[in-house]
């Protein structure tokens, strides 16, 4: 009796196996360096160097014995500075390695808590990968309007709130009420330990940073909150919450004094009738990316998609409820500005985030996806080929713009080039540091940051001398500080285009209030002794004017 042959069958392609924890570990630490050499770092420039001289007064209560409050005043909010300063007194490291390697932690814990959430959204490592690459390389984009760095370049409070907000958020996917489960990647989520981690994690980001540890907690409340069946009515009742507390704080704030106001106006970021339209598309646009993402999750049934969908509904309602409360409560012209002072928007940080990580894996997916339909083997090879190709074009780009940002400094500011530092303004300062005494005041431009090629580098932490009061960065301290104003005011109104004035106008603003130097250009005239002059800027020894 003949039997018939078996039929071949086409062998069912093998699953790939996940990586390894210690593959994903070796990764993250590369992912961290790759950053950080892709965005630059630049420790005491734009916020960092108020944190930074928030640091330097904890070693060392002796310095900036002028106008000591806009440095001090911050320390009462955060642990920022004491925690910095105890790593400096038991490590015996000095201040700028202590600032470094903070800065590579925070990069690494960042990369940390995304690989958490990316691994309970997406199945594939590879296209993992891609999201955590896509994270690294938008590192320094821009918030939309908010003036705020996805991360920024510098060691801030936000340096660590950020890192610590992402992984409360992934602990808090941890504890849905699913049980997850998948061939390749499998882990169940159940009992109380999640949220608890997740609130140590808010508790500790509060401890930095508590504004933005705030909105944190937000959206993992929105995010609890997603997954019940009856989100849309919690939702609605959050949304009417939100905006009674906002009219709450805008009926019962105090009055606001004219300096007050006039250090509130001066953050236009504030107010979105000050936004540019590409500012305002950056409002948009990331919620609109994350409705397009939430449609492709919607039609898949597997587990990971339905916590993606979830994760996008949470970022969207948010985005959507802060958005809200800015139209409605703040604005230039209201009686006070307590709801902008608050900055709600400041919320769209976390959601650039997921939205730049779950766009990064699902486009690789896509790709990858696509090229299993393929029959040619070259057109294959293309396609795999291509989410590399569109990474590193961005990371061209990126860099490029950090470069344009910081034209004058060194890309990377390092320990050990501190006193090399080619930028002219830091030279400046870093001889004030060396030649004037330590309870000089010095006046600067009033917006001095702003200057071509001065690359936001701060006065106080560079010179280790105080200053008067500035516009940009001392502005933003009064604003939320009310009791700051009226100094404020009056310092930054000294300053007002320092170089361009007569010895006579400079000297009758100046002396009333005890400055003793001046940090000018070099084509400032003056009879006033200039012992240095780099040739773009000079520091001059203010002395009675000449007859």
Not at 352 to 360: D, E, K, Q, R, V
Request: one cysteine or more; glycine letters at 4%.
């Amino acid at each position: 009796m003949h039997h018939a042959a078996a039929r071949p069958t086409a062998p069912t392609p093998a699953q790939p196996q996940p990586w390894r924890r210690s593959t994903w570990q070796a990764l993250l630490v590369a992912l961290s360096l790759a950053t950080l050499l892709l965005n630059g770092y630049h420790p005491l420039a734009e916020d960092g160097g108020l944190y930074v001289a928030g640091v330097q007064l904890t070693l060392n209560p002796s310095l900036f014995p002028h106008f000591t409050v806009f440095v001090s005043e911050h320390l009462h909010y955060s642990i920022f500075a004491p925690v910095l300063a105890f790593v400096v007194h038991r490590t015996h490291l000095s201040l700028a390695w202590v600032l470094l390697l903070t800065n590579i932690l925070s990069l690494w814990l960042t990369f940390y808590a995304a690989q958490r959430i990316l691994q309970r959204t997406i199945a594939s490592d590879i296209a993992q990968l891609a999201g955590l690459c896509l994270l690294g390389i938008f590192w320094s984009l821009p918030i939309a309007g908010t003036s705020l760095l996805l991360m920024d370049p510098y060691v801030t409070g936000r340096s660590l709130s950020t890192p610590l907000s992402l992984l409360a958020i992934a602990f808090a996917m941890e504890s849905s009420p699913a049980r997850v489960t998948h061939p390749r990647n499998s882990f169940t989520v159940a009992g109380w330990g999640p949220i608890l981690w997740s609130a140590s994690a808010l508790l500790i980001a509060a401890a930095f940073h508590p504004l933005m540890a705030a909105y944190a907690f937000a959206f993992v409340l929105v995010l609890r909150i997603t997954y019940l069946p009856q989100r849309r009515l919690i939702w609605t009742l959050l949304a009417l919450s939100a905006l009674a507390l906002a009219a709450a704080l805008h009926l019962f704030a105090p009055s606001e004094t004219p300096a007050l106001i006039a250090a509130e106006k001066s953050r236009y970021y504030w107010f979105l009738s000050q936004w540019q339209w590409y500012e305002l598309l950056g409002l948009v646009g990331p919620l609109a990316v994350l409705y397009a993402l939430l449609a492709r999750f919607r039609k898949q049934s597997n587990p990971f998609s339905q916590t993606a969908a979830t994760l996008c509904r949470a970022s969207i309602a948010l985005g959507c409820i802060a958005t809200l409360v800015v139209l409605l409560f703040a604005h230039e012209g209201s009686r006070t500005h307590l709801v902008a002072r608050m900055q709600p928007l400041r919320v769209f940080l976390l959601i650039y985030a997921i939205m730049t990580l779950l766009l990064g894996a699902t486009l690789t997916q896509l790709a990858l996806e696509a090229r299993q339909r393929l029959r040619s083997p070259s057109a294959r090879t293309a396609l795999a080929s291509l989410p590399v190709l569109v990474l590193l074009a961005l990371a061209s780009i990126m860099f490029y713009v950090q470069r344009q940002t910081f034209p004058a400094s060194d890309h990377l500011e390092l320990p050990w080039r501190a006193q090399q530092n080619p930028n002219p303004w830091v030279q400046a300062f870093l001889w004030a540091r060396a030649n004037t005494p330590p309870d000089a005041l010095f006046a600067l431009d009033t917006k001095y940051v702003n200057e071509d090629g001065e690359d936001a580098q701060t006065f106080r932490p560079i010179a280790l001398r105080s200053a008067l009061p500035d516009f940009s960065k001392d502005g933003g301290e009064a604003a939320i500080t009310p009791s700051l104003a009226e100094l404020w005011q009056q310092g930054a109104t000294a300053q007002v285009n320092l170089s361009t004035e007569s010895d006579a106008l400079r000297d009758a603003r100046l002396q009333p209030l005890g400055v003793t130097w001046m940090v000018l250009h070099s084509t400032a005239p003056t009879k006033h002794s200039c012992p240095y002059d780099n040739g773009t800027i000079k520091v001059c020894h203010l002395t009675p004017s000449q007859p």
